[in-house]
């Protein structure tokens, strides 16, 4: 069959795990990835060479590698040394190289690509050395992803301190795209930060893609406390302009309450309630099913499964 054009938008883990399902299967993959994190190594490189972030593009090549196992040992290993390549993994070192050799990121990426042999284009959403900023709860506002995200207080919502440029690839992908796909994340400072850029709004506006979100399974204090899957949906069409949330993917299987309780004590985070009626009183199709996966007392998606539902969905 002809492979289902798919724009996944999101950034970080959550985005990653996705995309290690939707590459097993006929998509024709574009990850957009937002590029606001600026903690760690990735916020040093920032600092020192004027760029955009790289960890989460890290992350999302390792996923779509032909050998993710054997990429992920070399791209995540870390030095410890008492020199400055303290703490940094080698694949934001060459993700920085690759991006100095060709003068900017997109060529730098596709430089990477015959060498990792990627099953789909990695595309950041902007070359831009962005700054993420939150206004919170009281008004207040906070300066950086990773500021944003260690604050106690609630997000009531994000922007950019600059606007940046979307790269035209981007806009691109949206416009050829049979699917925008939002993976699963912090709502806030990975899936956010794609839309709240106007040129992304108005090519979603434009197309007639399924928009499909997949939701999380945990909520995450300070974006989604006491968030149902309801919710979710309701902060991602507000964003979303004129289009709305097509289609939610949601899990339905059971987890066991002593891992419920170690989320609850130790990362202050709940199951996210699926309030069936609300989802349906917003025209929104349910695509659910068992998909949890349980990888060391860590709550994971079956990827694998995600996509096979995602993909039956499309072709139904």
């Avoid at 060498?115 to 919170?136: A, R």
């Avoid at 939610?248 to 709940?270: F, R």
């Amino acid at each position: 069959m002809k492979p289902i054009k798919v724009a996944v938008l999101g950034g970080g883990t959550g985005m990653s795990v996705l995309l290690n399902g939707l590459k097993k299967l006929p998509f024709d993959i574009k990850a957009v990835v937002s590029v606001c994190d600026d903690g760690k190594s990735t916020g040093r490189l920032r600092e020192e060479f004027n760029m955009l972030a790289v960890g989460d593009i890290r992350k999302v090549l390792i996923s779509l590698s032909s050998d993710d196992e054997a990429v992920e040992k070399v791209l995540n290993y870390r030095f410890s040394t008492n020199s400055d390549l303290n703490g940094h993994p080698i694949g934001n070192l060459l993700l920085t190289g690759a991006k100095d050799i060709t003068g900017n990121m997109s060529d730098g990426i596709e430089l990477l690509n015959s060498l990792l042999k990627l099953q789909g284009k990695v595309l950041p959403l902007t070359e831009d050395n962005v700054i993420l900023m939150g206004q919170m709860e009281d008004g207040s506002i906070v300066e950086g992803e990773h500021k944003i995200t260690e604050d106690k207080r609630t997000i009531n919502s994000v922007f950019y301190k600059e606007k940046p440029e979307v790269n035209p690839n981007v806009l691109k992908a949206i416009r050829e795209a049979d699917a925008i796909i939002l993976s699963m994340g912090s709502l806030f400072t990975s899936i956010i930060p794609n839309l709240i850029c106007e040129e992304v709004r108005k090519e979603i506006g434009k197309s007639k893609a399924k928009i499909i979100y997949v939701c999380n399974i945990m909520t995450q204090p300070g974006e989604t406390e006491d968030f149902s899957v309801s919710h979710h949906i309701k902060l991602l069409n507000k964003y979303l302009g004129r289009r709305k949330v097509d289609a939610v993917v949601v899990n339905n299987g059971k987890i066991n309450d002593e891992i419920i309780q170690k989320y609850a004590s130790s990362e202050q985070k709940d199951l996210v309630e699926l309030d069936y009626k609300n989802i349906k009183k917003l025209g929104t199709d349910i695509i659910e099913d068992n998909y949890v996966v349980i990888e060391n007392n860590t709550i994971r998606h079956n990827a694998l499964k995600v996509s096979i539902n995602i993909l039956s969905y499309l072709l139904d």
